[in-house]
């Protein structure tokens, strides 16, 4: 069964960071590209962010280019989201997806 856990989500000031990690299981982690998703309240699925199944290319959408940086390791089967300089407007339900799954995502609140 493939199983994707979020974890590290939170309540963070404008400015401030937060590292994201996805815990992948029930398939073959170092073969698949892996995406993070947000949801924010009222809206639909953005797709963030994308990198590869060895993790030599990333792709952003624009509004976090600069700010959030995707990673893998794939020895421990581990995504991750570092997120810098947030905004209100990242507050959002963050959730990764791959292999065709998601995960149940990870609340994300930048407010002051």
């Known amino acids: 069964e493939v199983q994707l856990v979020e974890s590290g989500g939170g309540l963070v000031q404008p400015g401030g960071s937060l590292r994201l990690s996805c815990a992948a299981s029930?398939?073959?982690?170092?073969?698949?590209?892996m995406n993070w998703l947000r949801q924010a309240p009222g809206k639909g699925l953005e797709w963030v962010s994308t990198?590869?199944?060895?993790?030599?290319?990333?792709d952003y959408v624009d509004s976090v280019k600069g700010r959030f940086t995707i990673s893998r390791d794939n020895a421990k089967n581990t995504l991750y989201l570092q997120m810098t300089s947030l905004k209100p407007r990242d507050t959002a339900v963050y959730i990764c997806?791959?292999?065709?799954?998601r995960g149940q995502g990870t609340q994300v609140t930048v407010s002051s």
């Open positions: 997806q791959g292999s065709s799954s």
């Open positions: 029930g398939f073959t982690f170092n073969v698949y590209p």
């Open positions: 990198i590869t199944a060895v993790g030599r290319s990333t």
